[in-house]
């Protein structure tokens, strides 16, 4: 691999990107205009950009209101210029129509503590919380802003009444046949240690690895349970500085069964996942399902603004982490996640091919690792969002299409990079699996969104290659999924040399904004939110694999199976 991969970097490294022709107006051979920091070295193009340009002025796009999600973090951008009597009258204009918008009382809450105005901050924080709010989002912060709130009287009686250190999780993630990660978020820096037991009283219990949250990574850690039965039903308790915290409930999960053998399993995906208080009903519905893993796929949270990581960024994760039907599912369904543009940058974005470079690059980076709970981030030398995870007989490959994704309309463009795309077709080529399903953030079908090159559809020769491989070296059982567009769809690529690839795209978890469906799908669908459900049954002589669209309300509204003989060379 190491040969491999040295030599896709020597031919990758060097392209310079470019920023593309927009599909709102600019001619084909027109670039937008490049973000300042983007020319180095006296190039003649920019080494990273977007599709449609809009580097000058990031904080339009949080000027548009028809979406939800954007109108809280224009009132926390308010804020961080300063701007405290515009968040006020932002907030109050709103309430005056929705008062029950909690979102608006909680930054009402921040822009009041900035005035100095601690009975008005009281006071819109007591309402927040009799309306519902979560009183975590207080603790959470972000603290550098919420931080003068704590010294009032009704924020210690709260405290005090709650008694709260942890703030957000526990998180499972990272499982397998004899292990698994929790990842929390705590007021305090505080040990961490988690007790997993076959029985619900926890006797005999499996003791984790020790860590301490820590103020550096935003008072968050994860501690590993080792030493587990493969395919076995544990309960856990979480402890804090010795206190229990999840007693008496004590969720519980199933760790994955061997390697070797086969299972019926199955797997939620999804991505578009916008904040909007309507739909986070939606996690609930998915926990409802009892999957054995939770794909986030990209547009988690949709930040929309590459900088150094900080209150904006950490303001939208807050707002989801504690929402109650996700902290429920995430604390019993292990979940694997990637990025995709809205969250690494913004819309229609590629990074380009540094480490460095531009100088917020990494930063969000360590962001996106402080808030979730994955297997793997890259390489040691090549940080990202590419990982790997398995389920029985059941590959899993989740890939990173944004940080290291060179420009679409420059000379031999890559999605991957040269290390990653080394990795993939390196670990495929050691897979024993019975199916291995490649997810991508974007779609692998061309015709997916229009002419856009932010597709795999700017990357063809790459796709090419990368199907090729799978054909050079019979590899069988291979399914396609991804995010991105705003529906759920399922699509067939025929192929010349080998069986034909099915893509099973879906990314409107919770977006209110849907995308039209599209020619060529087998079938699709975007009436309301929906994710992707794969159900694998490798036990059969010939093994399955079932995707069902499932939508918010639980209704099946798509299904098609393939046995293995359909996606497997002669």
Known sequence: M????????????????????????????????????????????????????????????????????????????????????????????????????????????????KLKDYAGAAKSMTTALERGLPFTRFLAGPRELLEPLRNTEEFRRYAAQNRLQLIHGPMLGSLTETSARFWVRTVDEVPVRVLASQSKDLSNPVESTRASTSSEVDYTAVVEVGGLQPDTVYYYDLTLSGESVLAPERPSFRTYPRSSSGTRSSVVFGGGAKYTPANERMWDTIRKRGAEAML?????????????????????YYRRQSQPDFRRLVQSVPVFAIWDDHDAAIGDSWMGPYRDKPAWKMSMLDGFRMNWNNPGYGSEQWPACWFKFSIADVDFFLLDGRFYRTNPYGDSPSMLGPVQKAWLLNELTQSNATFKVLASPVPWSFDTKGESRDTWNGFRDERD????????????????????????????????????????????????HSHNLTAGTLFGYNEKPSFGLLNFDTTKADPTVTYQIISIDNETVHSLTLEKSEISHN
């Open 2 to 113: 190491g040969s491999i991969a040295n030599g896709l970097l020597r031919s990758a490294l060097p392209v310079v990107a470019c920023l593309c022709a927009s599909a709102q107006g600019l001619a084909a051979d027109e670039e937008p205009p490049p973000p300042e920091d983007g020319i180095v070295d006296g190039a003649s193009h920019a080494f990273y950009g977007k599709d449609q340009g809009g580097w000058v002025d990031l904080r339009k796009q949080f000027r548009d209101l028809r979406l939800y999600g954007r109108r809280g973090q224009r009132q926390i951008l308010y804020i961080l210029d300063g701007k405290y009597e515009e968040a006020v009258s932002d907030c109050e204009s709103y309430l005056d129509s929705e008062p029950n918008d909690l979102e608006s009382l909680f930054n009402l809450t921040v822009a009041r503590c």
């Open 465 to 512: 290659e990368i199907f090729g491989f799978l054909e050079e070296n019979r590899i069988d059982g291979v399914i396609l999924i991804a995010a991105d567009r705003h529906r759920s769809d399922a699509r067939r690529i025929d192929r010349e040399n080998g069986y034909p690839l099915y893509e099973f795209e879906s990314s409107r978890l919770t977006n209110m």
């Open 296 to 316: 986030l796929l990209g547009d988690n949270v949709y930040i929309d603004y590459p900088q150094q990581f900080g209150a904006f960024h950490q303001y939208t």
